[in-house]
């Protein structure tokens, strides 16, 4: 199975608003293994379809780090297909974040404690729950993607330039 690549920023394709699934067939769950393989080797415990160029409601999630002790080995595969927020707690949680999109680059993201989500899975069935603690700050980062937005569009207009520049001067450094 090939590793996907992954874009981004400022790609403008990141920015692009995710088209619901319509069906979950053999080509999506051709998708979801390519992405799961793509998310394990970058590593991260999360990956969107659109970071990987498919603009689909679509979302992988493995809590699990392989790094860490008694981990080894152990994966969680989670899927979330069609994702909605039914209700989100209005008291806040604060996690340093990163994404695979803007590499190297981490910043403490405030988001709702947990939410009440409801999506489809691999096999086309409906789940409705209750998430909170690192998945529930996970789902946000990985649902805000569907919409074409990035971690770093909620800091201030400051502090995500200086992410961006970094990023560019990393990318110059890269290509030098
Ligand atoms: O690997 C990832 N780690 C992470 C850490 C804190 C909050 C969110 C994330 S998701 C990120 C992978 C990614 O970019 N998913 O879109
Ligand atoms: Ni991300």
Redesign the pocket.
């Known amino acids: 199975m090939p590793l996907l690549p992954?874009i981004e920023a400022p790609d403008p394709r990141l920015r692009v608003i995710s088209k619901p699934v319509e069906s979950v067939d053999d080509d999506l769950r051709k998708l979801i293994a390519d992405m799961f393989e793509t998310?394990y080797a970058?590593?991260?415990?999360?990956?969107?379809a659109i970071?990987v160029g498919a603009p689909k409601r679509l979302?992988v999630?493995d809590l699990q780090e392989p790094e860490e002790e008694g981990g080894e080995g152990v994966r969680d595969p989670r899927v979330f297909i069609n994702p909605e927020i039914v209700e989100a707690s209005e008291e806040l949680r604060t996690?340093?974040?990163?994404?695979?999109?803007?590499p190297d680059q981490?910043a403490d993201?405030a988001r709702a404690d947990w939410i009440v989500a409801r999506w489809i899975d691999e096999k086309g069935e409906a789940h409705e729950q209750r998430i909170d603690g690192?998945l529930a700050?996970?789902l946000q980062?990985?649902m805000?993607?569907l919409e074409g937005i990035l971690?770093i569009d909620h800091l201030s207009r400051l502090k995500r330039d200086m992410v961006l520049k970094k990023l560019e001067k990393a990318k110059r450094l890269k290509a030098a």
């Open positions: 992954i998310m970058a590593p991260g415990i999360g990956l969107a970071q979302l999630i996690y340093q974040e990163g994404c695979l999109s803007v981490y993201i690192l700050t996970c980062h990985e805000d993607h971690f």
